[in-house]
């Protein structure tokens, strides 16, 4: 039966292999789950990331912009 899965070898700096070691032994977890984990958190985030952008790219296409008022409430709001 043909596996669902696919090889990738990744060279990694000394820092991050004795790190992700050290994960392994607190976690009890292989690096290969912990490599795995991590990968599928960042492909997420990236891809709502690129998918936010193209929506406000289409909505600038479309000259929807936020009035002058509603940016000044948003600095006002991060600002303090």
């Known amino acids: 039966m ?3 899965e696919k090889m990738l ?3 990694l700096p000394q820092a ?3 790190r992700l070691e050290q994960l392994t032994k607190a976690t009890g977890r292989t690096k290969s789950f912990l490599a795995v984990e991590a990968l599928e958190a960042y492909i997420e985030q990236q891809a709502w990331q690129i998918a936010e952008v193209k929506a406000g ?3 600038a296409d479309r000259g929807e912009f ?3 008022q509603e940016m000044q409430s948003i600095f006002a709001k991060y600002a303090s």
């Open 9 to 11: 070898n990744v060279r």
């Open 16 to 18: 991050t292999h004795t």
């Open 66 to 68: 936020a009035t002058e």
């Open 57 to 59: 790219i289409e909505e």
């Open 2 to 4: 043909p596996t669902l």
